[in-house]
Nanobody
Framework: VQLQASGGGLIQAGGSLRLSCAAS????????MGWFRQAPGKEREFVAG???????SYADAVKDRFTISRDNAQNTVYLQMNSLNVEDTAVYYC????????????WGQGTLVTVSS
């Protein structure tokens, strides 16, 4: 699976962005997908995930502000980010793992989100 993330940019605090992650391959629907982020000087952290049954999970820091979704017909996973704040500034990565497994094995190249105050 090859992943291509896009949609990052510079946004003012309080604004919204939608990230997209396009996946190659014909078995996209069988993968669990996730978004991670890495802020400057910090470790990469989990942001949101969606499994093949469309069950979602979120980090506490983004719950109620971010929404993950997927379009299996388009082989794409989205991250809608609302009420952005400066702490959301990071490089955002999408990732994929086979359903029922623990580790994300496939990673996109990352897209930078910068939130200004």
């Amino acid at each position: 699976v090859q992943l291509q993330a896009s949609g990052g940019g510079l946004i003012q605090a309080g604004g919204s962005l939608r990230l997209s992650c396009a996946a190659s391959g014909r078995t996209f629907s069988t993968y669990s997908m996730g978004w991670f982020r890495q802020a400057p000087g910090k470790e990469r952290e989990f942001v949101a995930g969606i499994d093949k049954w469309w069950s979602t999970s979120y980090a506490d820091a983004v719950k109620d502000r971010f929404t993950i979704s997927r379009d299996n017909a388009q082989n794409t996973v989205y991250l809608q980010m609302n009420s952005l704040n400066v702490e959301d500034t990071a490089v955002y990565y999408c990732a994929a793992k086979r359903a029922g497994t623990t580790n994300y094995l496939y990673w996109g190249q990352g897209t930078l989100v910068t939130v200004s105050s």
